[in-house]
């Protein structure tokens, strides 16, 4: 949505993003996915070489591109395992919405647990 | 393979995040590249959610703790020579650490100086950008924020922008 404000004020835009599924359902002007986990759109910190083939893979769409809504995927291999990356990029807390929808779902569950005659006095 | 945008997240988050409904841009917004890459001036735009130390507050992360389904719109300039050990971050909903160990994996200051450097790129201009991107109403940076960051960037003549949400 802000790439598309800036194309109306006359900017050319290209956004790198791990979303390419909302990048495609919002309109995006010129999209390069790259499947890396939340908070390293361009790789590993340190990690030169993985940034800059992101980044001309990026400008080479910008380059390229003809018409709005353009997307192309670049290849990356990231270097952990999966289910590791997918703790690893999360906060050591959990964000103020997660923690409300938790603190409603245990409630709702308290609640049911004593509506329920199965469990009620025990 | 295609990329598997879901592949991070936690299952709950992803199922949730495949049953909302957005509404698509129609027309999209389109400016074409009017100049080659060697002569445009680019401008980099984040959501990490990253400021600079002591030079502008973080994000209010205090009223997002106070009121959830609330995001601080607003925006933070970084200059295109700030030090890695100026980089603060003030987003809730990632791990900071590796972005506060190099700014480059969500906003590629240095490496796209090095890009100017090389003659790749026209230039970087002055000021880049960062958002804060947990924003459960988009409207400020519709209507706000977004145009305003637009007409900085037209201000210091940039021709084209790289977006990295993180």
Redesign the interface.
């Known amino acids: 949505?802000?790439?598309?404000?800036?194309?109306?004020?006359?900017?050319?835009?290209?956004?790198?993003?791990?979303?390419?599924?909302?990048a495609e359902?919002?309109?995006?002007?010129r999209a390069l996915?790259?499947?890396?986990?939340?908070?390293?759109?361009?790789?590993?910190?340190?990690d030169?070489e993985m940034?800059?083939s992101i980044?001309r893979a990026?400008?080479s769409l910008?380059?390229q591109a003809r018409?709005?809504?353009e997307a192309r995927?670049v290849g990356i291999e990231w270097p952990q395992p999966?289910d590791e990356?997918?703790k690893?990029?999360?906060?050591?807390?959990p964000?103020?919405?997660i923690?409300?929808m938790r603190e409603r779902a245990q409630a709702q569950a308290q609640q049911a647990r004593s509506q329920d005659p199965a469990t009620r006095g025990s | 393979m295609?990329?598997?945008?879901?592949?991070?997240?936690?299952r709950s988050i992803a199922a949730y995040?495949q049953t909302l409904r957005?509404?698509?841009?129609?027309?999209?917004?389109?400016?074409?590249?009017?100049k080659?890459?060697n002569e445009c001036r680019f401008a980099l735009?984040?959501?990490?959610g990253i400021y600079v130390k002591d030079r502008e507050a973080p994000f209010d992360a205090e009223r997002?703790?106070r009121e959830?389904?609330w995001g601080d719109p607003t925006y933070r300039r970084i200059l295109r020579d700030a030090w890695q050990d100026q980089i603060g971050a003030s987003?809730?909903?990632?791990?900071?650490r590796?972005?506060l160990?190099?700014v480059?994996?969500?906003l590629?200051v240095h490496?796209?100086a090095e890009?100017e450097a090389q003659g790749?790129?026209g230039s970087l201009a002055p000021t880049n950008y960062s958002?804060m991107g947990?924003q459960?109403d988009?409207n400020e940076?519709?209507e706000r924020y977004?145009?305003e960051?637009?007409?900085l960037?037209?201000d210091e003549a940039?021709?084209?922008?790289?977006?990295?949400?993180?």
């Open positions: 949505m802000l790439a598309q404000k800036f194309e109306e004020a006359g900017l050319s835009t290209v956004m790198v993003t791990m979303m390419p599924y909302w359902k919002l309109g995006t002007p996915g790259v499947e890396v986990p939340f908070g390293h759109t361009l790789g590993v910190p340190g030169h940034q800059m980044i990026a400008l910008l380059e018409e709005p809504g995927d999966s990356a997918r690893d990029w999360q906060p050591l807390e964000s103020p919405i923690k409300m | 295609p990329v598997d945008s879901f592949k991070y997240l936690p995040y957005v509404e698509r841009a129609d027309p999209i917004p389109w400016t074409p590249l009017s080659p890459l735009v984040t959501t990490a997002e703790k959830p389904m987003h809730l909903h990632l791990n900071n590796d972005i160990e190099d480059n994996i969500v590629p490496r796209f890009l790749v790129i958002f947990y459960p988009t940076w519709r977004g145009p960051v637009a007409r960037m037209k940039v021709d084209a922008v790289l977006l990295t949400p993180a």
